[in-house]
């Protein structure tokens, strides 16, 4: 089945589903993430994710797509970079394995993604592209869908251009210059947040060693580091972190990158935020 890389809004794909660039605990943030919850309708997407609660890294839940021309929305939460020798790597392509299953057991016969874990999160982008493609054509190997990745910004077209031609333009720089303009106080995250995701995220981590030791629910409170406030997990989402998951993908044979193109959802210049 098809795989395309498009310079597109995300948030305007008309497919079955889109894949948002997730945190753990599924509340709203800048980039992908923001974008989609301001396309989607913030109070009922917020609502959505807090019933659920809690996705570990590496891990993808869905939600309906409320106001997105997408059916659903998937939740799939990609790893900080933290120099490249703490999984990072596996996480990332588990990420795109694990919401693609998802995909497939949700009936969506077409799937777009973002650049997972690209933006603040601070993975190398082209690094990142080779571990999405690598997952998807994978994936693709085995099973029928129509899987987009969106590019948006200028640094990623120009890294999938050099690694893979031409791609398909549904927007131009003009478009992405205005949607920065816009909202580029909301995507422009300061160091102070990175330090906080990873706060939150060795917080979680410490939380999960501490119950596999089998500690008391005392001295795993005594013992935790505590967050910023600003992080700290929403009421009722307290300990509620499970066990990561590990998901490694099946060796395959490479396959070469399709860029035989149909006609593509959602080529109407959107209006949306920018995500990306």
């Known amino acids: 089945m098809p795989f395309m890389l498009v310079r ?19 509340n709203p943030g800048g980039g992908v993430c923001g974008a989609i919850f301001r396309k989607a309708g913030y109070s009922r997407l917020l609502q959505a994710c807090q019933d659920i609660g809690h996705c570990d890294v ?19 939460v990609g ?4 120099g490249g020798d703490k ?15 998802l995909a497939e057991k949700s009936d969506c016969q077409s799937v777009a993604f973002p650049l997972i874990s690209s933006g603040i999160y601070g993975y190398p982008k082209e690094e990142a592209l080779q571990v999405a493609t690598s997952a998807i054509e ?8 129509t899987v987009y990745l969106v590019i948006f910004d200028q640094e990623l077209l120009a890294i999938g251009e050099r690694r893979y031609g031409d791609i398909q333009r549904y927007i131009d720089d003009h478009y992405v210059e205005r949607q920065e303009r816009a ?15 990873e706060q939150e995220e060795q917080f979680r981590l410490a939380m999960e060693r501490q119950e596999q030791d089998g500690a008391p629910e005392q001295d795993r409170a005594a013992r ?17 972190s499970k066990k990561k998951k590990k998901s490694e993908p099946k060796p395959t044979a490479s396959v070469s990158f399709s860029q ?12 949306a935020g920018a995500a990306r």
């Open 8 to 26: 597109n809004d995300i948030t305007s794909m008309q497919v079955d589903a889109v894949v948002n660039a997730a945190n753990s605990s599924l």
């Open 58 to 76: 590496g891990q993808a839940v869905i939600t309906d797509g409320f106001a997105l021309p997408a059916r659903h929305i998937i939740h799939a």
């Open 79 to 82: 790893p900080v970079w933290q």
């Open 87 to 101: 999984n990072e790597a596996a996480l990332l392509r588990a990420c795109y394995t694990n919401a693609l299953l």
């Open 138 to 145: 994978t994936f693709l190997q085995e099973h029928e869908m």
């Open 183 to 197: 909202y580029g106080a909301r995507r422009s995250e300061p160091a102070q947040r990175i330090q906080q995701m």
């Open 224 to 240: 935790a580091p505590a967050p910023s406030a600003s992080i700290l997990p929403q009421k009722g989402q307290a300990g509620a």
């Open 260 to 271: 035989s193109e149909p006609s593509l959802p959602g080529a109407a210049m959107p209006s």
